[in-house]
């Protein structure tokens, strides 16, 4: 093998390991990186064909229904907790901050926490898409056949 | 009357489109002059064809003609008329309206700019233009005509547009960005045509190349005016989300990054040809990959579009189309495309794969992301979303090596450099950059900022660099005054990697020295953040033309002396029935201080978002530097200059 050869047969391979070590870095941080997402239905009975139930602690994104007359905030500050539902189960959510502008009572929303024990979820975010008939697409897959009422239509204007 | 006439203009504008693929591919195949000098004026009048339905739909909306479908579901009475006119692009017919606008836009410049080129070329260009264009003509034509009526019951108002569009921002964002996109669909033709025609010399690099750059510098621009206006009205101060759309644009901008470079290469060395070719294949597929997730409806963003399976397969469909017969025509032509160069391991040529590699890296990233959780759910694994982590620290890996070898590249020699004389002059400026790095930062005082002395140091390598770098040209041309003999294109290089400088060190330092503050305030009280005091001073009923909501007064303070006066307020616009943030923004080189104002509380007091932003404008500045130095790139006079037919038929023979 001559020198040139040599020479770039060790650029090239060395090339090829760099590359498989990026791969499978970014692969790795992928999963490490994977919020699963639960309707409360899922987070109380577990997800999927082995009722896979996720454990205290873990990062999780919540989709569901706020249960109306749920909303109860702190005198003093932003904190705030609300009850999530979809086809049974109810799961409730801390947060403290501003909720977005389109947060209402019978609204989907969608939010993103830490698993505090089987049914509470301290949210880091919450979500709630700029459309009154919203509602995140796999709450509306769960709640199959059940009438989602628009907010605007639930509270006729003038009512408080 | 008038929306019939643009229907009729873009039926016109398809046959046309038609006859664009058709008479200069068949003139280029058998060599007659005749079909191929029959490209320009279809050309034109596929422009003029679709100005006039542009100019239709626009006349249908300020005349608030709410017989159109489109219009009674965008507009209505009471939007001002400045918001009508972008009404236009706020649904996804109109959009795609303005879209094919851009696209036959392009076309028309091509077939008028492109006389310098062989006239075989030309045909190939402008026929693949023309095929590009019949795809998307079909679309809109098929499935999402924005001509419709509502008759013979139209309703006596329209629905108003959704008040996130009501916005200076969707007045320029939109276009700047669709002209991004678009333009890739040139590069796209160059290098089809190259392929069909089995020829790539300098020539070949030096004419797609300012195409290329012009089509970058607005996806540049319209990326950066889509990051500041979701920093503005989204109401949260973020100013990249990794939102799926998001990432829809950032894919082709990369690459398109990646083409400009390797087209430098083979426009001066005439080597990384087929490399070349696969980036501008790849920027404009992704281009229609990000019309795909938009606009099919398999992903949830701010950005989605009232969604429709069938629109959706028909753009997987021509994609697929333009993916797979692109690539099909390159296994078949490969042997053309072949390099003979020759470069050692230390060189420009190497330094700039590098720079391939990383920017690709980064585009498999953001794919990789995007489309991660379609598949999981696709596959029933589950609904997941990726955290912004993956990209952030990825990413940050990534900026690296990246930024170190950004600021080497321009000093290093094409073909081949020895390492010896780079090492005093480089370490001389990689210790400045050190300095500077350290300075500014011990100004903030907290040694323990890693990320942001990461982000300084980098910014100030690359910056360090590059001036080092002119002024090592300096001294080769004899002073300042030779700095005139350099090329406009040079230039432009040195404007981008400032640029990119910038937008690494505005980065950095927004991500760890930004302070947030979520408070419930009453009138006359204040709240403290990162030595600036916010005092509540009035909050009010508003009353916009088709708004309601309330107005938030603030006076900011520092040490005592007031510095500004804010004013947020929160929208309530009554036909959508929906509530909009409008933040109160303090705007300064080294930081921004942003108020929104969040709902009423009992009390009465209101919740309150405040915000000190350290070198946010940064980012946008260095994006707006990059573009520029795109635009200088471009005004380089050797893109102008008179065909020289010798050197355009034998090809200039620069193989070393």
Redesign the interface.
Same mark, same amino acid.
């Given at each position: 093998m001559n020198p040139r050869r040599r020479?770039r047969l060790f650029?090239v391979s060395g090339i090829l390991v760099l590359l498989s070590a990026?791969l499978g870095a970014?692969l790795y941080?992928?999963n %490490?990186?994977?919020?699963?997402?639960y309707t409360p239905s899922q987070l109380v009975d577990g997800?999927?064909d082995d009722k896979e139930k996720p454990v205290v602690g873990q990062?999780l994104?919540i989709g569901g229904m706020v249960v109306a007359g749920s909303v109860r905030?702190d %005198?003093? $500050?932003?904190k705030v907790s609300f009850d999530l539902v979809d086809t049974g189960p109810i799961v409730t959510v801390h947060y403290?901050?501003?909720?977005p502008?389109?947060f209402r009572e019978g609204q989907g929303i969608v939010a993103?926490g830490t698993l505090l024990d089987a049914t509470t979820i301290q949210a880091t975010e919450v979500l709630a898409?700029?459309?009154?008939n919203y509602m995140?697409? %796999?709450v509306a897959e769960a709640m199959k056949g059940i009438k989602h009422v628009p907010p $605007?239509k639930a509270y006729p204007v003038g009512t408080p | 009357m008038i929306a019939e006439l643009g229907h009729l203009a873009l039926c016109f504008a398809l046959v046309l489109s038609l006859l664009l693929t058709v008479f200069p591919l068949y003139g280029s195949y058998r060599g007659a002059a005749g079909p191929v000098l029959l490209a320009r004026p279809i050309a034109l009048l596929l422009f003029l064809l679709t100005s006039v339905a542009f100019g239709a739909l626009c006349y249908s909306f300020w005349a608030n003609d709410f017989t159109v479908l489109n219009v009674a579901s965008n507009s209505n009475s009471l939007l001002p008329w400045y918001y009508r006119m972008t009404a236009v692009w706020g649904s996804h017919e109109g959009s795609m309206l303005l879209w094919v606008l851009m696209l036959s836009g392009w076309t028309a410049a091509v077939a008028l700019l492109s006389n310098s080129l062989p006239l075989i070329l030309q045909g190939r260009i402008l026929g693949v233009l023309g095929f590009v264009n019949v795809g998307f003509y079909a679309f809109i034509l098929l499935m999402s005509s924005p001509f419709e009526r509502t008759l013979p019951f139209f309703p006596v108002d329209g629905r108003d547009l959704?008040?996130?569009l009501q916005d200076f921002g969707m007045i320029v964002h939109p276009p700047l960005l669709y002209m991004g996109y678009v333009g890739f669909a040139v590069s796209f033709a160059f290098a089809i045509a190259a392929l069909l025609g089995g020829r790539f010399d300098a020539n070949w690099a030096r004419w797609a190349r300012p195409w290329t750059l012009a089509a970058w510098l607005f996806l540049t621009l319209g990326i950066m005016l889509g990051s500041w206006w979701a920093y503005l009205e989204l109401?949260w101060g973020g100013w990249w989300f990794w939102d799926p759309v998001e990432n829809a644009s950032l894919m082709p901008w990369l690459v398109g990054t990646a083409l400009i470079h390797s087209l430098a290469v083979t426009e001066k060395r005439g080597t990384f040809k087929s490399w070349t070719v696969l980036l501008a294949i790849a920027a404009f597929s992704l281009s229609l990959l990000g019309a795909f997730l938009v606009r099919s409806g398999v992903l949830?963003s701010?950005h989605s579009f009232a969604t429709d399976p069938s629109r959706g397969l028909f753009l997987l469909f021509f994609l697929l189309v333009v993916v797979g017969g692109s690539l099909l025509l390159y296994g078949l032509r490969m042997r053309a495309v072949r390099s003979q160069a020759r470069y050692q391991?230390f060189s420009r040529e190497v330094l700039l794969w590098g720079n391939n590699v990383f920017l690709l890296?980064a585009t498999?990233?953001v794919f990789?992301?995007t489309l991660?959780p379609l598949f999981?759910k696709e596959l029933g694994?589950?609904?997941?979303?990726?955290?912004e982590?993956?990209f952030n620290?990825?990413f940050m890996y990534l900026t690296i090596p990246f930024a170190l070898l950004l600021g080497l590249a321009p000093w290093v020699r094409w073909k081949q450099q020895q390492v010896q004389p780079l090492l005093k002059p480089l370490g001389l400026w990689l210790v400045g950059a050190l300095v500077l790095a350290v300075g500014v930062l011990s100004m903030y005082q907290t040694p323990s900022a890693n990320v942001a002395l990461l982000g300084l140091l980098l910014g100030a390598w690359v910056t360090m660099a590059t001036i080092g770098e002119i002024q090592q040209k300096a001294v080769q041309l004899g002073g300042v005054p030779g700095l005139f003999k350099l090329q406009a294109s040079h230039w432009g290089m040195v404007l981008g990697h400032l640029g990119f400088a910038m937008l690494v060190i505005g980065i950095a330092m927004t991500k760890t020295f930004s302070v947030e503050k979520?408070?419930?305030m009453k009138i006359g009280d204040s709240v403290e953040l990162n030595g600036y005091t916010f005092m509540l001073t009035d909050v009010y009923t508003l009353n916009g033309p088709n708004y309601g909501g309330q107005a938030a007064e603030l006076e900011v303070f520092k040490q005592g002396e007031r510095v500004t006066h804010l004013h947020a307020e929160?929208r309530f616009y009554h036909v959508t029935?929906?509530?909009?943030?409008e933040a109160a923004v303090h705007a300064r080189l080294s930081r921004d201080l942003y108020v929104?104002l969040?709902?009423e509380?009992?009390g009465p007091s209101w919740?309150?978002?405040v915000y000190v932003k350290p070198y946010v404008r940064w980012i946008w500045l260095g994006s707006i530097l990059m573009s520029l130095g795109g635009l200088v790139s471009l005004l380089d006079k050797r893109y102008r200059r008179k065909r020289n037919p010798t050197a355009a038929q034998t090809g200039e023979e620069t193989h070393a």
């Amino acid at each position: 093998m001559n020198p040139r050869r040599r020479q770039r047969l060790f650029a090239v391979s060395g090339i090829l390991v760099l590359l498989s070590a990026g791969l499978g870095a970014m692969l790795y941080a992928l999963n %490490e990186n994977v919020d699963l997402f639960y309707t409360p239905s899922q987070l109380v009975d577990g997800l999927g064909d082995d009722k896979e139930k996720p454990v205290v602690g873990q990062r999780l994104r919540i989709g569901g229904m706020v249960v109306a007359g749920s909303v109860r905030r702190d %005198e003093y $500050s932003l904190k705030v907790s609300f009850d999530l539902v979809d086809t049974g189960p109810i799961v409730t959510v801390h947060y403290d901050g501003i909720l977005p502008d389109l947060f209402r009572e019978g609204q989907g929303i969608v939010a993103q926490g830490t698993l505090l024990d089987a049914t509470t979820i301290q949210a880091t975010e919450v979500l709630a898409k700029h459309d009154e008939n919203y509602m995140p697409p %796999e709450v509306a897959e769960a709640m199959k056949g059940i009438k989602h009422v628009p907010p $605007s239509k639930a509270y006729p204007v003038g009512t408080p | 009357m008038i929306a019939e006439l643009g229907h009729l203009a873009l039926c016109f504008a398809l046959v046309l489109s038609l006859l664009l693929t058709v008479f200069p591919l068949y003139g280029s195949y058998r060599g007659a002059a005749g079909p191929v000098l029959l490209a320009r004026p279809i050309a034109l009048l596929l422009f003029l064809l679709t100005s006039v339905a542009f100019g239709a739909l626009c006349y249908s909306f300020w005349a608030n003609d709410f017989t159109v479908l489109n219009v009674a579901s965008n507009s209505n009475s009471l939007l001002p008329w400045y918001y009508r006119m972008t009404a236009v692009w706020g649904s996804h017919e109109g959009s795609m309206l303005l879209w094919v606008l851009m696209l036959s836009g392009w076309t028309a410049a091509v077939a008028l700019l492109s006389n310098s080129l062989p006239l075989i070329l030309q045909g190939r260009i402008l026929g693949v233009l023309g095929f590009v264009n019949v795809g998307f003509y079909a679309f809109i034509l098929l499935m999402s005509s924005p001509f419709e009526r509502t008759l013979p019951f139209f309703p006596v108002d329209g629905r108003d547009l959704n008040p996130l569009l009501q916005d200076f921002g969707m007045i320029v964002h939109p276009p700047l960005l669709y002209m991004g996109y678009v333009g890739f669909a040139v590069s796209f033709a160059f290098a089809i045509a190259a392929l069909l025609g089995g020829r790539f010399d300098a020539n070949w690099a030096r004419w797609a190349r300012p195409w290329t750059l012009a089509a970058w510098l607005f996806l540049t621009l319209g990326i950066m005016l889509g990051s500041w206006w979701a920093y503005l009205e989204l109401g949260w101060g973020g100013w990249w989300f990794w939102d799926p759309v998001e990432n829809a644009s950032l894919m082709p901008w990369l690459v398109g990054t990646a083409l400009i470079h390797s087209l430098a290469v083979t426009e001066k060395r005439g080597t990384f040809k087929s490399w070349t070719v696969l980036l501008a294949i790849a920027a404009f597929s992704l281009s229609l990959l990000g019309a795909f997730l938009v606009r099919s409806g398999v992903l949830v963003s701010v950005h989605s579009f009232a969604t429709d399976p069938s629109r959706g397969l028909f753009l997987l469909f021509f994609l697929l189309v333009v993916v797979g017969g692109s690539l099909l025509l390159y296994g078949l032509r490969m042997r053309a495309v072949r390099s003979q160069a020759r470069y050692q391991l230390f060189s420009r040529e190497v330094l700039l794969w590098g720079n391939n590699v990383f920017l690709l890296t980064a585009t498999l990233v953001v794919f990789l992301g995007t489309l991660y959780p379609l598949f999981h759910k696709e596959l029933g694994l589950g609904s997941i979303s990726i955290g912004e982590p993956f990209f952030n620290s990825i990413f940050m890996y990534l900026t690296i090596p990246f930024a170190l070898l950004l600021g080497l590249a321009p000093w290093v020699r094409w073909k081949q450099q020895q390492v010896q004389p780079l090492l005093k002059p480089l370490g001389l400026w990689l210790v400045g950059a050190l300095v500077l790095a350290v300075g500014v930062l011990s100004m903030y005082q907290t040694p323990s900022a890693n990320v942001a002395l990461l982000g300084l140091l980098l910014g100030a390598w690359v910056t360090m660099a590059t001036i080092g770098e002119i002024q090592q040209k300096a001294v080769q041309l004899g002073g300042v005054p030779g700095l005139f003999k350099l090329q406009a294109s040079h230039w432009g290089m040195v404007l981008g990697h400032l640029g990119f400088a910038m937008l690494v060190i505005g980065i950095a330092m927004t991500k760890t020295f930004s302070v947030e503050k979520d408070v419930r305030m009453k009138i006359g009280d204040s709240v403290e953040l990162n030595g600036y005091t916010f005092m509540l001073t009035d909050v009010y009923t508003l009353n916009g033309p088709n708004y309601g909501g309330q107005a938030a007064e603030l006076e900011v303070f520092k040490q005592g002396e007031r510095v500004t006066h804010l004013h947020a307020e929160k929208r309530f616009y009554h036909v959508t029935q929906s509530v909009m943030t409008e933040a109160a923004v303090h705007a300064r080189l080294s930081r921004d201080l942003y108020v929104a104002l969040g709902e009423e509380l009992s009390g009465p007091s209101w919740a309150l978002r405040v915000y000190v932003k350290p070198y946010v404008r940064w980012i946008w500045l260095g994006s707006i530097l990059m573009s520029l130095g795109g635009l200088v790139s471009l005004l380089d006079k050797r893109y102008r200059r008179k065909r020289n037919p010798t050197a355009a038929q034998t090809g200039e023979e620069t193989h070393a």
